[in-house]
C-alpha cells in the first residue's frame, strides 16, 4: 500500500497494484493514470476536470454520489450505505454532510469513502462535520480527515471525530494552510489515540 498526499483532499493511493484518486485536483501532469477515480462531491476542488482528465485512461472508473452528474465513459454512482466491488478491491459510500451549513447539506447526499482490500480499510471522509454517522466506522486504518473548519470540521471537531471512531491512525486533509502541529497539540490534549500522520503536499 502507498498514499500520497497531492493537494487539498486529493490522494493517491496504490492498493494491490490498482492506482485510486480521491478528489482529483491539481495532479501533477505526468501522475499514474488511475484505474479508479472517488470524488465525494462535483465542486470544482474536489472534482477538478482538468486534473481528472490528466489521469483518466479508457478503463477508469469514475464513482460519484448519486446526486452528481459528470460526462465520464466508466461512471459509478452511489448511495449513503452502497457498497461495490471494482478490481477486488470494496468500496462503501458514506455519509458526509455539514448539519448547520448550508453549502453541504445531508440532502445533497455527497459521500465520504471506504476503500478495503480486506486486510487494511482506508477512510476519506469527504467535506464533512462531526456527523452521527462516523460512530457506526469500525476497523478504521487509515482516516482522512478536513480540518480546515471551511464547510469541514476544524481542529477541534476534528479532534472529536477520532476519538468517536478510532483509527489507528489520522492524516489531516483539507487544512488551508494552517499549523497542522496545533492540530496534533489538540488531539494530544483531548486523549486521542489514534495516530496523527502529518503530511505536506507531494508526500
Known amino acids: ?61 469514475m464513482v460519484l454520489p448519486k446526486t452528481c452528474s459528470l460526462d465520464f465513459k466508466n461512471i459509478k454512482k452511489l448511495s449513503v450505505g452502497e457498497m461495490i466491488e471494482i478490481e477486488k478491491l470494496n468500496i462503501s459510500a458514506v455519509a458526509a454532510y455539514n448539519p448547520n451549513k448550508r453549502f453541504h447539506p445531508k440532502s445533497n447526499q455527497w459521500l465520504g469513502y471506504i476503500v478495503s482490500d480486506k486486510k487494511i480499510n482506508i477512510y476519506h471522509a469527504g467535506d464533512t462535520d462531526l456527523i452521527p454517522e462516523m460512530k457506526d466506522l469500525k476497523n478504521i486504518d487509515i482516516a482522512l480527515i478536513p480540518v480546515g473548519d471551511t464547510y469541514t470540521m476544524g481542529f477541534n471537531e476534528a479532534a ?44
Open 160 to 203: 472529536d471525530a477520532l476519538n468517536t471512531f478510532n483509527p489507528k491512525n489520522a492524516i489531516p486533509m483539507h487544512h488551508w494552510g494552517k499549523n497542522l502541529n496545533e492540530f496534533k497539540k489538540i488531539c494530544e490534549r483531548k486523549g486521542v489515540q489514534s495516530n496523527i500522520i502529518i503530511l505536506k503536499e507531494g508526500e
Open 1 to 61: 500500500m502507498k498514499l500520497k498526499y497531492i493537494e487539498h483532499a486529493c490522494f493517491r493511493l496504490i492498493l494491490n497494484d490498482k492506482v485510486i484518486y480521491f478528489d482529483p485536483y491539481k495532479i501533477p501532469k505526468d501522475s499514474e493514470k488511475a484505474d479508479i477515480v472517488l470524488a465525494s462531491h462535483d465542486h470544482y476542488d474536489h472534482l477538478d476536470k482538468q486534473a481528472l482528465k490528466s489521469i483518466a485512461k479508457d478503463s477508469t472508473i
